[in-house]
């Protein structure tokens, strides 16, 4: 099993470009989220999803979108990137049962630069 | 509001003992895990409490007080791949993840 996997793992783009990042999870997991992770600092949550076709904002969710057509993949939009949203960004999935069962696994991220 | 606290840094020696506490303000709880990220990986779980008391799991074990709202990572016999930042992560009523800002743990000789 490959777990979770993001492409693209580095990417540098232009203020106002737009970008796709993608998630692959093939542990038949119901929940997935992707978060963001400043220097020095912990993982923000930005959008998540409880099931195929259905999203949620998480923390921090201005500046992006989420879509989940397919139970192993979510997908985080940039629309219109800006230097803030310099960051590398983590997507992980779990089974969402409660207790122990909800442990997180993480993809490997994917590093932004917006110049 | 939420809120996690956790010092920033933690520097220990090879072999010893050490205790990384954090406390927490979340508006629900659902439990407290601890997760393991080495500099340029992606974090990996260590551990979850649920309830009062102490998780064991080899050389890491980790504790909760719901009462006083706060919890610790014990690692023990230390080695030198356990530098690593460590961040505890509330777990809320919608199984979401609150994370801390983590701390940084260097492991010298």
């Known amino acids: 099993n490959a777990g979770v996997t993001q492409t693209p793992k580095f990417r540098v783009l232009k203020t106002g470009q737009s970008m796709t990042l993608l998630c692959a999870q093939d542990?038949?997991?119901?929940?997935m989220y992707w978060y963001r992770q400043d220097p020095g600092m912990g993982l923000r949550l930005i959008h998540y999803s409880v099931g195929e076709g259905t999203t949620a904002k998480g923390e921090v969710p201005d500046g992006y979108n989420v879509s989940r057509l397919k139970k192993q993949n979510f997908l985080l939009g940039l629309e219109s990137a800006a230097p803030s949203q310099t960051s590398v960004y983590f997507c992980?999935?779990?089974?969402?049962?409660?207790?122990?069962?909800?442990?997180?696994?993480f993809g490997p991220g994917t590093r932004l630069t917006v110049l | 509001g939420q809120s996690l606290e956790q010092p920033s840094e933690v520097t220990a020696v090879e072999g010893a003992i050490v205790q990384i506490n954090c406390t927490y303000q979340t508006s629900g709880f659902y439990g407290l895990s601890w997760y393991q990220q080495h500099d340029g990986g992606a974090p990996t779980f260590l551990s979850y409490?649920?309830?009062?008391g102490l998780e064991e799991t080899g050389r890491f074990s980790s504790f909760l007080s719901r009462s006083d709202s706060y919890g610790y990572l014990l690692l023990q016999e230390l080695q030198m791949k356990d530098s690593a930042s460590y961040f505890c992560a509330v777990m809320d009523s919608s199984y979401k993840l609150i994370f801390g800002s983590g701390t940084r743990l260097l492991v010298r000789p």
């Open positions: 409490n649920g309830l009062d």
């Open positions: 992980a999935s779990s089974t969402g049962t409660s207790g122990i069962g909800n442990e997180q696994f």
């Open positions: 542990m038949n997991h119901e929940y």
